[in-house]
């Protein structure tokens, strides 16, 4: 998956799957998602990146990488009990693939992970990809729900970018919607656009999920966001996927950037359907 908000020619390019001889080089990288009321740090992406001929590689986290991402995790979960700030305390957010979903064993397999690192279930987040709610609906609403057992949180990533409709969002088991990032450049320039995230976040919203902007790369959006009733924000403007040691820069940078801009309205579902009717009217 492309890294929302990276630059039209990316240093770090989606590819496959790395060898396993490829495995011991390779790294893991992290990217706040930031509260657009608060500044606040909600959760830390893992993203996995690995060396190749013709540059460097990004996908789906793989058993080492999301073992390291929880173990990581519970670092910064005992350093904000002594009063640390920055990343600790925030959830962890991993992208998980297809292959993973279907697999039988990888339910099992995170809660293994879970245990072996003492990370708490609720401050895991694995986030799927709008692709797999195209696959056999059914196998995956079990899937999800065998991981909310656990008690594992979750996220659709990149909602937006396929066929998926709204539908699909009552029948899933889920705690966010990340909008996608083609989605979230248009809005400020296709008044159409603007009613469609506007409906996606408050349709979301009466569903009882939390809505993550993807791709925020300018500051009129985080305003525009705010004001739309977005949660959250993730994106090269708040920082692009860094090593953990860079990580408490970029989220103090972060909130000094989200703090100012935060002009949420909160509305009940029925005066977010009256705003939703009234965008369709001047569109």
Not at 69 to 82: D, K, V
Not at 195 to 223: N, P
Request: glycine fraction near 8%; proline fraction near 6%.
């Amino acid at each position: 998956m492309r890294q929302p908000g990276s630059p039209p020619t990316p240093r770090w390019v989606a590819g496959s799957v790395p060898h396993s001889t490829t495995v011991s080089r390779s790294t893991l990288r992290y990217q706040p998602r930031v509260d657009l009321l608060t500044g606040e740090v909600l959760a830390t992406e893992a993203l996995v990146y690995w060396p190749r001929p013709a540059g460097s590689a990004m996908g789906p986290l793989g058993e080492w990488a999301i073992r390291a991402a929880c173990r990581q995790a519970a670092l910064w979960h005992r350093q904000a009990a002594t009063g640390a700030t920055g990343a600790a305390g925030a959830a962890m957010a991993v992208n998980v693939s297809p292959s993973q979903l279907t697999d039988p064993d990888f339910v099992n397999l995170v809660a293994d992970m879970l245990r072996e690192t003492g990370l708490r279930p609720g401050q895991l987040s694995m986030e799927v990809g709008e692709p797999s709610m195209s696959t056999d609906r059914g196998a995956l609403v079990a899937v999800l729900n065998a991981l909310r057992e656990v008690g594992v949180r979750l996220a659709v990533d990149g909602f937006g970018a396929g066929s998926s409709s709204l539908a699909v969002l009552r029948h899933l088991p889920l705690d966010w919607v990340k909008i996608d990032e083609a989605l979230v450049r248009s809005v400020a320039v296709e008044s159409t656009d603007a009613v469609l995230m506007r409906l996606v976040i408050k349709s979301a919203h009466c569903l009882g999920l939390r809505v993550c902007a993807q791709g925020a790369d300018r500051h009129a959006q985080l305003e525009q966001l705010a004001t739309m009733g977005c949660d959250a924000v993730q994106g090269h403007l708040l920082g692009g996927p860094v090593e953990v040691e860079l990580l408490d820069t970029r989220t103090h940078s972060a909130r000094r950037l989200v703090v100012p801009n935060a002009r949420r309205h909160r509305r009940t579902c029925a005066e977010h359907l009256v705003a939703v009717v009234r965008d369709l009217g001047r569109s």
